[in-house]
């Protein structure tokens, strides 16, 4: 039998014994959280319908976190060129929990040229400053692993600004 994660009932599966082997399948539910489950495994004889001898093991079960999905936190979608961009990675397993791994973000304009690339872990925020001469416009941050990929886009606000200067009593 199996303990399910969810219950404190055990789930029973059955097999027959054939030559001191056996074999049975196992279907656990898509969002199984990872980790150790423990397995007791009970064969018996049986003669006339009586058990004459029965034998117990434990055996582990081990269920590996998988890679369900990939989003983007940023602080804020609309920037002014020279202020800071924070940019998480979030990588979730079956449960919606987070996984620790390596991801690659992109940054790049609507018509696809590249302007910042980085391979980041996912428990890291990358702070990207944006350049003051950045033109307006959107943007693109593309954060990818594996076969995973998510895209979130942000807007870069006009921003003029001027310099003054006095020299020799004339302003420049």
Do not use: C, H, W
């Not at 390596?102 to 944006?130: A, P, W």
């Amino acid at each position: 039998s199996i303990r399910k994660f969810f219950t404190k009932k055990a789930e029973k599966f059955y097999g027959k014994i054939d030559n001191g082997a056996f074999s049975v399948s196992i279907k656990l539910p898509d969002k199984t959280p990872a980790g150790s489950y423990r397995i007791d495994i009970l064969a018996y004889e049986k003669y006339n319908d009586e058990k004459i001898s029965e034998g117990v093991v434990m055996a582990t079960l081990n269920v590996f976190k998988i890679l369900s999905g990939v989003d983007i936190a940023i602080n804020n979608q609309n920037l002014n060129p020279g202020s800071v961009l924070d940019i998480k990675p979030i990588l979730l397993d079956q449960t919606g929990l987070n996984i620790e791994d390596e991801v690659s973000i992109l940054i790049k304009k609507e018509n696809g040229e590249r302007f910042f690339e980085k391979i980041v872990n996912s428990k890291d925020t990358i702070n990207y400053q944006i350049p003051t001469n950045l033109s307006s416009g959107y943007y693109e941050i593309i954060i990818s692993t594996g076969d995973k990929t998510t895209t979130k886009k942000f807007f870069v606000n006009e921003k003029a600004i001027a310099s003054f200067q006095l020299l020799n009593g004339s302003l420049v």
